[in-house]
Structures are given as C-alpha cells and as structure tokens.
C-alpha cells in the first residue's frame, strides 16, 4: 500500500484547523499588539511555530501530490498564481481605502508570502530528491541561520524562504505514519502537554523578554533588525528550537479521531488562509475594529478573540474553498509544458528583482 493510498489521518485535519484558527486570531491580534500586552503574548505565542507547522506539513505531504519521479507542476502554478491574486486583492482593498502603495512583485502584503515559498520549495525539493538527506537537512540549517546576515528587510519572500526550508526539509523527508507513530507516544504527548504550558506562561509573564523574538520566529528580519543586543545565528537557533519543539508538541497533543463537521473544515484551511487577511483588512479600514475597542477593557479582547475564532470557522466552510478548488482543477488540465515556461518566467522576473535588492 503506498502513503497515498493509505486512510487519512484525522490528526493532520484537526492539527490544521487548529492552527489556522491561530493564524486568524493572531492577525486580529497583529493589529494591537502595539495597544495591548495580552495581543503582544499572544501574538509571539502564536507566531512561534504557525508557520513553521504550515510548512513543515506542506514538506510533509509534498509527495503524496506529486506524480511519481516528476514535480507536480501544475500544483506549484497553482501556489504562484494563488500568491500573485491574494497580492492583488490586498493592493486592491489598500488602494480602495486610499492608503499610498504601490504594487511591488516581491514586496510581501502581509499573508501571499507562505503560497510563493511554498511553490518555490516543491520546485527546489525535486533536484534534491537523490541527495543525501542529512547533506540537504545540514546545509537547510546552515543557509536559514546564515540568512539572517543577509542585507534583507521584510518586505521580500527570499527571507522567509530562507529560513524555514529547515521544516519543509524535514517534513519532506519524514512520512505522516512515522510522525503519527513517533508523537503517539505517551511519554511524547506528556512532554508536549508540559512544554506548551511552560512556553505560554512565559510568553505571557515574560513577555518583554520573549516579544523581541517574534521578528526572528516570523522569518522575515535579518539580525541587524531584531531589538536585541548582540542578536546573531544563536538566536536564530534558539527560535527554530522553540518552534521544531512545539511543532512535535503540537501534533502529539492533538487527537486522531474525526469530529463531526471540524475535522473536515480542516481540509479547508488553504481558502481560510486565502480570504482572512482581506477580511481583516476591510475590518480595519471600516472602523469595526474600534467600535470593538470601544465596548471597554477587557470585553473588547474577548470579543475579538471569538470574533477572529468565528471568521476562521466561516471560512472553513466548504463553500469559500469551492473558488480555490475549482481554479487547482482548471490548472491541473492545463499542459505541463505551458505551466512549465510560466513557472520559469515568474520564477526568473523574482530572482531578478531580488538580486536587484541586494
């Protein structure tokens, strides 16, 4: 039987809903952690391992869609073409608005970053495929710390790119049998319980400690751009720690069964991830977000917080993901020499624009 065809695993559904609810919810926060300490923990909590668990589960089921000994180039135009919209529908919602900016190809909006790294690892995994894997894991680890040195700000993927390959690497080269089986361990799921309750509480006593870290558990800041004093690849190495440890935690902790409704909603975190970010755009441009403020500390942290849980439950519904499905079904017909030469070109037009940064 191969991975493929095996039964699903229920935990990767619900592991993803969970998750997605976060990346909600820490975008609502996002936008007042400047006016709140409970949005500021929050947010660095949050921000420690979402994205990396995204990533590393994208690694992690890279093969089951792609065909055998050959990419899934339709799928990887699928992810460029998805970053290249959610792009323009923030420029637009921004623009609409007023604010002054300016469409930049590698400039991140906030949100279309992961779909462009994302597209851009399933390509690099492919010529690495026969490589040694603790050769490719080695050098991942090296370039992500080594990144940090680089003269780039966060307004460009390569960053991001950069230094989470680590957790796609990985999570291409495991299976989710094998992290299924190594999580179920009991002495597994008690250590993750135990480190998940000592990282919160941290993040939330300690948090003007741990909230410098959230510009290096983001990916985006070289060192020169964290506030912390003497900030190197040490810290950096500390973060993908925290973040590879919750991430184990993270899967443990969750249970392998189907609950009714939820469990399929996680199948549709790729159309929450989609939409989210202009919702809470347009929120924010519409003055809902201060009438919530208005209803008075600390109501309007608890409206907020179901608020953003409430959205990502919408958007997991089947019917916002139709659009996305619908457009991967279309670009799946499309010949793979077609998808090919505009892959390439996208691809080359990035890495000239970024070489032109730096």
């Not at 929050?42 to 668990?53: C, G, K, M, N, Y």
């Not at 077609?338 to 970024?354: E, M, N, S």
């Amino acid at each position: 039987m191969t991975e493929a065809s095996k039964p699903r695993i229920f935990k990767y559904d619900n592991i993803k809903l969970l998750a997605i609810i976060l990346v909600v919810i820490g975008s609502f926060a996002d936008e007042f952690t400047a006016q709140s300490d409970i949005f500021r923990s929050w947010f660095v909590f949050s921000s420690s391992f979402t994205a990396p668990l995204f990533v590393f589960l994208s690694g992690l089921f890279q093969k089951q869609y792609d065909p055998p000994r050959k990419p899934n180039i339709q799928k990887i135009s699928f992810y460029l073409l998805l970053s290249i919209l959610l792009k323009l529908l923030i420029f637009l919602v921004r623009i609409l608005n007023g604010d002054n900016v300016r469409f930049d190809f590698l400039s991140d909006s906030g949100m279309e970053w992961y779909l462009f790294v994302i597209a851009g690892y399933m390509l690099l995994m492919y010529p690495l495929r026969r490589v040694n894997r603790c050769i490719v894991l080695a050098a991942a680890i090296i370039i992500s710390v080594a990144a940090g040195f680089l003269p780039i700000g966060h307004d460009h993927y390569l960053m991001r790119f950069l230094v989470f390959l680590p957790f796609y690497a990985t999570g291409y080269y495991l299976t989710p049998m094998k992290v299924r089986r190594f999580t179920h361990r009991l002495n597994v799921k008690l250590a993750g319980v135990a480190f998940i309750f000592i990282y919160f509480v941290i993040c939330f006593r300690e948090r003007e400690v741990i909230y410098p870290l959230r510009m290096l558990f983001t990916g985006e800041n070289p060192y020169s751009a964290v506030p912390i004093e003497g900030c190197t690849f040490w810290h950096r190495l500390l973060c993908c720690g925290i973040s590879a440890v919750l991430i184990i935690s993270v899967i443990a902790c969750v249970p392998n069964r189907k609950f009714p409704v939820l469990t399929h909603m996680g199948r549709n975190t790729l159309g929450v991830y989609f939409w989210h970010y202009p919702i809470v755009l347009i929120l924010w441009y519409s003055d809902v977000m201060d009438m919530l403020v208005s209803l008075g500390d600390p109501m309007w942290k608890y409206v907020m917080i179901v608020a953003a849980a409430g959205l990502a439950i919408l958007l997991s519904l089947s019917i916002f993901s139709l659009p996305l499905k619908k457009l991967g079904a279309l670009i799946q017909r499309i010949p793979t020499k077609i998808c090919l030469i505009a892959d390439g070109a996208v691809l080359l037009i990035a890495a000239v624009l970024q070489l032109s940064i730096l």
